[in-house]
């Protein structure tokens, strides 16, 4: 079984106006190489779901999003995203939720729940800025009046990881996998990126089961792409590029965001890589334990 295919091939399959799914949190283990792509490439109108980085404002600055979905937007390094920041400020279409409310969701979507119980978000202004979220009383003796999440369904899902086999079993070799399976779960397509693609039998070599963090039957193809998480982190094989992050941060107004994406975004994963320094490069970049 070979689900071994392209970026190109992946973001083929896409459609405007999807729901998509994107894994890591903040700026940790985000499938950078596939929203790259999807920056390339002409689809548009789309909702994007994540405990978001550099992911979300590279696509709002690219034009690509029409619907946010998010626990939290954040470089880590950087608090707030700045090409975030824009969008929001000029008026984005968006949801907040607690991230415990965001991963309660996908675990519906998962599950396929039409939603499940959650004491979080309760007590919030979650509620008042999305009415459509409702609470629910226990049919048990207690009576607790809770939060009903509704189920996050996804059109597509796409992750990062370490390692997987053509068949699209996936290992995480860093201490957290944050949500990915949960996005994966919720996904009717998911598609991973990973900094190498090993045989089956050598998945086994780099950890003990609990790395595999997808089996093949969560994944409908899987794209090779070395550094693929840069500049975020990827666990533990390199760190945040914080100088990368700060010149993207800085590249807000239009004529920087267009140099931007004329150096970085405009030409192939091989470009990309040769314009932030090769893999040498890449290679210093301090590792991190996150």
């Given at each position: 079984?070979?689900?071994?295919?392209?970026?190109?091939e992946?973001?083929?399959?896409?459609?405007?106006?999807?729901?998509?799914?994107?894994?890591?949190?903040?700026?940790?283990?985000?499938?950078?190489?596939?929203?790259?792509?999807?920056?390339?490439?002409s689809?548009?109108?789309?909702?994007?779901?994540t405990?978001?980085?550099?992911?979300?404002?590279?696509?709002?600055?690219?034009?690509?999003?029409?619907?946010?979905?998010?626990?939290?937007?954040?470089?880590?390094?950087?608090?707030?995203d700045?090409?975030?920041?824009?969008?929001?400020?000029?008026?984005?279409?968006?949801?907040?939720?607690?991230?415990?409310?965001?991963?309660?969701?996908?675990?519906?979507?998962?599950?396929?729940?039409?939603?499940?119980?959650?004491?979080?978000?309760?007590?919030?202004?979650?509620q008042?800025?999305?009415?459509?979220?409702?609470?629910?009383?226990?049919?048990?003796?207690?009576?607790?009046?809770?939060l009903a999440?509704?189920?996050?369904?996804?059109?597509?899902?796409?992750?990062h990881?370490?390692?997987?086999d053509?068949?699209?079993?996936?290992?995480?070799?860093?201490?957290?996998?944050?949500?990915?399976?949960?996005?994966?779960?919720?996904?009717?397509?998911r598609?991973?990126?990973?900094?190498?693609?090993?045989?089956?039998?050598?998945?086994?070599?780099?950890?003990?089961?609990?790395?595999?963090?997808?089996?093949?039957?969560?994944?409908?193809?899987?794209?090779?792409?070395?550094?693929?998480?840069?500049?975020?982190?990827?666990?533990?094989?390199?760190?945040?590029?914080?100088?990368?992050?700060?010149?993207?941060?800085?590249?807000?107004?239009?004529?920087?965001?267009?140099?931007y994406?004329?150096?970085y975004?405009?030409?192939?994963?091989?470009?990309?890589?040769?314009?932030?320094?090769?893999?040498?490069?890449?290679?210093?970049?301090?590792?991190?334990?996150?």
């Open positions: 079984m070979d689900k071994t295919l392209t970026s190109q992946l973001i083929a399959e896409l459609r405007d106006g999807m729901v998509i799914g994107i894994g890591g949190w903040g700026a940790r283990r985000k499938p950078m190489s596939l929203v790259r792509e999807i920056c390339r490439s689809v548009r109108d789309l909702t994007i779901v405990y978001g980085g550099p992911d979300v404002g590279m696509l709002c600055a690219a034009g690509k999003v029409a619907h946010l979905v998010f626990g939290f937007v954040s470089l880590d390094v950087i608090p707030l700045p090409h975030f920041r824009r969008a929001r400020e000029a008026g984005l279409s968006s949801v907040e939720l607690d991230e415990g409310m965001l991963q309660w969701g996908l675990y519906a979507a998962g599950l396929r729940l039409p939603f499940l119980p959650t004491r979080a978000g309760l007590a919030t202004d979650v008042r800025h999305n009415p459509q979220i409702s609470t629910i009383t226990s049919p048990y003796p207690d009576g607790e009046v809770l999440m509704p189920a996050v369904e996804l059109d597509v899902a796409i992750v990881v370490n390692e997987a053509a068949a699209g079993n996936c290992q995480v070799l860093g201490p957290d996998p944050y949500f990915d399976d949960r996005f994966c779960m919720a996904a009717k397509r598609y991973v990126s990973c900094e190498r693609i090993v045989p089956t039998e050598q998945l086994s070599d780099s950890g003990p089961l609990q790395t595999m963090l997808l089996h093949r039957g969560l994944v409908d193809g899987v794209v090779e792409s070395r550094f693929g998480a840069h500049p975020t982190s990827c666990a533990p094989e390199y760190g945040i590029d914080v100088a990368h992050l700060n010149e993207y941060a800085a590249a807000v107004e239009p004529d920087a965001w267009a140099a994406g004329e150096r975004l405009s030409g192939s994963d091989a470009d990309y890589l040769a314009a932030v320094g090769g893999e040498d490069h890449l290679e210093r970049v301090p590792a991190t334990t996150f």
